[in-house]
């Protein structure tokens, strides 16, 4: 079990959300030994707590940190891109404690955030330091965003997992044109991408390339062009977008 660093031992955390990152990050946070309060639901405020952390909706940011206002003098939100200003209504300290990782309903214990990376901020250096120990404490590597790079950090991390899922939901759409069904597509399909990730980790992701594009082989690329055309002719846009970005990503490669 993981060891809370000294400012954690005796500081009650408490947790506001009672959807997927609020109960997981609570669930964590008790397996860690730190004390936790929550996760708390709309309008509730934990009582007796030393640190807030606001798990909700970013539009519903500024409404649940006037709820706690005054209310504990570290508090923070979990949003990768809402500046800490939204935070102002709750009169304390304010941090940004943003997993780089992907919550499901099934994500629960440190399990969930260990070996994630975790996007922090702080108004203060206390606030800061605050939240580069509950980083630490739930097993994730804490690096620093100002609010000037969120936007730009927030759709790095979407276009890393989000947009993946909807490029296999595409792939899985025109294997269909072979006769797959989405399942069965979904199974043949997930150990490529599985290899595929962990050569990127290993190589980045010029030297990972393979495939048509990466070869040359546009006898091939036509040929692939024109089966899009038949079984999903609503992504042939999308298609020749990702044709002409993985030409340029060929053309880096040393």
């Given at each position: 079990?993981?060891?809370?660093s000294?400012?954690?031992?005796s500081?009650?955390v408490?947790?506001?959300?009672?959807?997927?990152?609020g109960?997981?990050?609570?669930?964590a946070?008790r397996?860690?030994g730190v004390?936790?309060?929550?996760?708390?639901g709309?309008?509730?405020i934990?009582?007796?707590?030393?640190a807030i952390v606001?798990?909700?909706?970013?539009?519903?940011?500024?409404?649940?940190?006037?709820?706690?206002?005054?209310?504990a003098p570290?508090?923070?939100?979990?949003s990768g891109?809402?500046?800490?200003?939204?935070?102002?209504?709750?009169r304390a300290?304010?941090?940004?404690?943003h997993?780089l990782?992907?919550f499901t309903g099934?994500s629960?214990g440190?399990?969930?955030f260990?070996?994630a990376g975790c996007a922090?901020?702080g108004s203060?250096?206390e606030?800061l330091?605050?939240a580069a120990?509950l980083?630490r404490v739930?097993?994730m590597?804490?690096?620093?965003i100002d609010?000037?790079?969120?936007a730009?950090y927030?759709?790095?991390a979407?276009v890393s997992s989000?947009?993946l899922l909807?490029l296999?939901?595409?792939?899985?759409r025109?294997?269909?044109?072979?006769?797959l069904?989405?399942?069965?597509?979904r199974q043949l399909?997930?150990p490529?991408?599985?290899?595929?990730?962990?050569?990127l980790a290993?190589?980045?992701?010029?030297?990972?390339?393979?495939?048509p594009?990466?070869r040359g082989?546009e006898?091939?690329?036509?040929?692939q062009?024109?089966?899009?055309?038949?079984?999903?002719?609503?992504?042939?846009?999308?298609?020749?977008?990702l044709?002409?970005h993985?030409?340029?990503?060929a053309?880096a490669?040393?």
């Amino acid at each position: 079990m993981t060891s809370p660093s000294d400012s954690l031992t005796s500081a009650r955390v408490g947790v506001v959300g009672p959807g997927r990152l609020g109960s997981a990050l609570s669930a964590a946070l008790r397996e860690a030994g730190v004390p936790v309060e929550g996760p708390a639901g709309r309008g509730e405020i934990p009582a007796r707590c030393d640190a807030i952390v606001l798990c909700v909706p970013d539009a519903e940011i500024d409404s649940a940190a006037a709820t706690v206002a005054d209310a504990a003098p570290l508090v923070g939100h979990t949003s990768g891109a809402t500046p800490l200003t939204a935070l102002a209504p709750a009169r304390a300290a304010a941090f940004g404690l943003h997993p780089l990782q992907t919550f499901t309903g099934e994500s629960r214990g440190l399990g969930a955030f260990a070996g994630a990376g975790c996007a922090i901020a702080g108004s203060t250096a206390e606030a800061l330091a605050f939240a580069a120990d509950l980083a630490r404490v739930l097993g994730m590597t804490p690096f620093e965003i100002d609010d000037e790079g969120r936007a730009a950090y927030h759709a790095a991390a979407s276009v890393s997992s989000n947009f993946l899922l909807t490029l296999q939901a595409a792939a899985e759409r025109i294997a269909a044109g072979a006769g797959l069904e989405p399942d069965e597509a979904r199974q043949l399909l997930v150990p490529l991408l599985r290899r595929t990730v962990d050569n990127l980790a290993a190589l980045g992701p010029e030297r990972a390339l393979t495939g048509p594009v990466a070869r040359g082989d546009e006898v091939t690329v036509a040929a692939q062009r024109q089966a899009v055309a038949e079984a999903a002719p609503e992504l042939l846009d999308l298609f020749d977008v990702l044709v002409h970005h993985t030409r340029t990503l060929a053309g880096a490669r040393v």
